[in-house]
């Protein structure tokens, strides 16, 4: 098993330390996922959603402080090309990835009571698992999330920030010129839209502006994360005080936060 330092320095407030992590490759079907399972005693599994592009130490050790303080399952992994994990097919759809990880968390005999975190691309998926497995979310989390509202009203905008990668040199290149041709698919599939679900969710919006090259974009922004928020009963919006996009690493204690508030809050598994 392989386990950083700094995470064994991690403590709850109650003085816990996190048990050390399964630190293993799991077959996905057909390929191999990487995936970090910090066991916990309570019968609800926090899955954590990174980034697009990025590995699931984006997540910056706030896994071991969720499990620390929830007493949850948590649930770490690598997006397919991405960290550990083998790049799998180029075909590979994000409704299939999230089928993918369903079968992963089913494998490893996770409690099938789930709470959703999803960070940037990854609160796109947060949401269309959420979608496919309504019997088995019971509430999200979305950490500055990329979501339909904010690409609806920029439009043609927001694919200009994406990376065009023409010759993909290794196995991530690959994976992101995927995970870019799959974008426009999933950013109009209704599975990764917000809009009816009757779920609890967290928002935890950038509390700085960050857009940088494309300031006119930071306004709506901020809209799409207050828009998710009002939209229905049961939501609730956070500011990260001080912190841009990377809220893992600047303001953690938010998304701690709000995991143990949808942990401690959830109904019993049906």
Excluded: C
């Amino acid at each position: 098993m392989i386990l950083a330092a700094a995470v064994l320095s991690l403590f709850s407030i109650s003085g816990r330390t996190p048990a050390p992590p399964l630190d293993t490759l799991v077959d996905a079907g057909g390929y191999r996922m990487h995936v970090m399972v910090y066991r916990g005693t309570r019968p609800v599994t926090v899955v954590m959603e990174v980034g697009g592009g990025a590995s699931l130490q984006g997540w910056a050790g706030v896994e071991a402080q969720v499990a620390a303080r929830t007493g949850a399952t948590v649930v770490v992994y690598d997006r397919a090309g991405f960290g550990r994990s083998d790049l799998g097919p180029m075909d590979l759809t994000p409704r299939r990835q999230v089928e993918q990880l369903d079968r992963v968390l089913t494998l490893l005999q996770t409690p099938p009571h789930r709470i959703l975190m999803g960070h940037s691309y990854g609160g796109l998926m947060a949401v269309a698992h959420a979608h496919l497995y309504p019997g088995k979310v019971r509430g999200l989390v979305l950490v500055d999330p990329m979501n339909q509202r904010f690409i609806t009203a920029t439009g043609d905008a927001v694919y200009s920030t994406v990376p065009k990668i023409e010759h993909p040199a290794n196995a991530r290149d690959s994976a992101l010129a995927r995970l870019v041709s799959t974008f426009d698919g999933l950013a109009k599939d209704p599975i990764a839209s917000d809009a009816d679900l009757t779920i609890p969710i967290v928002v935890i919006t950038a509390g700085e502006p960050f857009w940088g090259k494309t300031p006119d974009m930071d306004k709506p922004w901020r809209a799409s994360h207050t828009a998710i928020a009002e939209a229905r009963p049961g939501r609730r919006l956070v500011v990260a005080e001080g912190s841009k996009h990377d809220i893992p690493a600047k303001r953690p204690d938010t998304i701690v936060d709000a995991a143990v508030s949808l942990v401690e809050g959830a109904p019993p598994p049906i």
